[in-house]
């Protein structure tokens, strides 16, 4: 199932592990995070640390899984239909005990809002199940799992918001079956500014704009990007993610179902932002920067141009979250 | 014209410059080099150490270039008709000196046989007279030049075998046009077994070959293949490198050129490499393996398949050579 054999999840102490083991509930951070960074369309993301869920997940002696509680956004109570609990109920089908989970949430992702507000969901069940049970399974396990909540809400199975949330920092979703995740690191300072205008993009307006077929030159085009990206992330060399943050491939048809998407870009590179590109499949826009200073006047010139479109709109400013979800 | 500050271009003390400076004649190693590597097909090469030409450059009194000697292969001696002239002649326009230089060409690359013959040519001129005029250009302006003279043998401008034979290594062209070249890391102990299966192929049979449009979905496949190399050669992981080595554009359609292909990518693999692809166009096969001892087991494993074809083929083991050219 995994890549290679990954270090003991989740770092403790055994007698933490105890501790947590003997804890009925646990409260969590569950982070948004963006997908399809730029040339890495379809197999990377980066999470996110200043925008997240709160959930609490609890024992109970009463077997099988339970919504409780939701606050913040509208969603079902019902197990099967929400993704947090269809997640939930793909980990508890794989285990044998004689109790069961209560989940609650508390939603400040906004759904559609394309910083992976489905996949905090669909991760916080499962992270907070495997902490309650002392741990049993890998991140790529619990990846698995979540991937069957993230495929209730965007009709596909797709990892690259669920790795990111549960890994940290950026990750490379080499392969999806089997899965296979890769850890990319990032230099300390580099920081993302996040722009999410309120307005609904259809999941199949947005999927029919995708090419079936790409030139292969551009398809070369974006391959060395890629590579190139991970040199730079791997290095630090700043210039290098500059000169890599480009999507010929799909950005070129998707970016118009988005207002002033290049007016966007265009201010956060002249207020010296790295690149900027698609988080998810919008309507949000990512950019990221050297330094929270320059991630801040990034913020700023993006804000000056939507605040006169009579769009409403939200801002992030957030550093690179290199834990991904964490306890409370 | 360069990504990124290099570091003074080919390490040594001055008063090692100041003695190459005041040669006039120097012998260098120019060696092979595998472009295309699988996944990375047109954007990366790395550099063998045990296949090369010998070259000589002296200094002279007379102006201009002149091509005084070539052995081993049958070769123009005509400056403006051979590939190590042109990127001479192109180096010799960039400088305003009243001496010029002679070229001796010990070749022991096969003209054809995709292993950067021509590269090998194109580099060894420019990086002599570099040495003998006390190294005025880094090497990212080496490969331009260099770039004109392996125009002249394959009617385009690409530098992804100039690149590795440069630079050494694994060598990532990010972009030819600005010439942007990225040096990957890799891992002490991998080594590439080459087979020369001695047939010709036409480089516009192999042009026509490639697909112009490729499917999106393979794309994303070739991209994230190739982001998962480029982080294996970082992090020394043979596993993940493992994984990545696999091209699912251009293979499946340059192959069928290359007698006994399946066979031999099959025979590596049991024999314990890696992976395997072609190398450049063809019609050489490269596998890369950990360690000497499994090169030599996938060396033996593919000469008892090619032993039994009736084609003539030669055979090289050669550990990565992460210098590149260099003085003899």
């Not at 722009?195 to 704009?209: G, W």
């Not at 070129?252 to 956060?268: C, E, G, M, N, Q």
Request: proline share 4%; hydrophobic share 40%.
């Amino acid at each position: 199932m995994e890549l290679h054999e990954e270090s003991s999840c989740f770092c403790s102490s055994a007698a933490e592990n105890y501790l947590i083991e003997k804890m009925n509930e646990i409260r969590l951070f569950s982070p948004a995070t963006v997908a399809n960074v730029s040339c890495g369309f379809d197999v990377m993301g980066f999470c996110l640390d200043s925008v997240g869920d709160e959930m609490v997940i609890r024992k109970t002696d009463k077997k099988g899984i339970r919504i409780t509680h939701i606050e913040g956004f509208d969603l079902p109570y019902e197990t099967e239909k929400n993704v947090s609990g269809v997640s939930a109920l793909a980990m508890y089908d794989a285990i044998d005990v004689d109790f069961g989970f209560e989940i609650e949430i508390y939603k400040k992702i906004k759904p559609g809002s394309g910083i992976g507000s489905s996949a905090a969901s669909a991760v916080g069940s499962v992270f907070g199940m495997n902490e309650l049970l002392g741990r049993p399974f890998t991140k790529t396990q619990l990846t698995e799992f979540a991937i069957k909540g993230e495929a209730l809400a965007s009709k596909c199975e797709h990892a690259d918001n669920l790795a990111p949330a549960i890994f940290g920092g950026f990750a490379l979703v080499k392969s999806v079956s089997p899965l296979e995740i890769l850890e990319i690191p990032a230099p300390d300072d580099l920081y993302a500014t996040i722009i999410h205008p309120q307005i609904e993009i259809k999941t199949a307006e947005s999927r029919a704009l995708l090419p079936k077929e790409v030139a292969l030159e551009d398809a070369i085009t974006q391959w060395a990007n890629f590579g190139s990206l991970v040199h730079g992330l791997h290095t630090g060399d700043f210039e290098v993610i500059k000169k890599s943050l480009h999507d010929v491939i799909v950005e070129p048809h998707r970016s118009r179902l988005i207002p002033y998407f290049d007016d966007v870009t265009k201010a956060a590179i002249d207020a010296g932002a790295l690149g900027s590109g698609i988080s998810g499949s919008g309507p949000s826009i990512f950019s990221l920067s050297k330094g929270e200073e320059t991630a801040i006047d990034v913020k700023d010139a993006i804000e000056k141009i939507y605040s006169k479109t009579g769009i409403e709109f939200d801002m992030h400013v957030s550093k690179i979250n290199t834990q991904g979800i964490k306890i409370l």
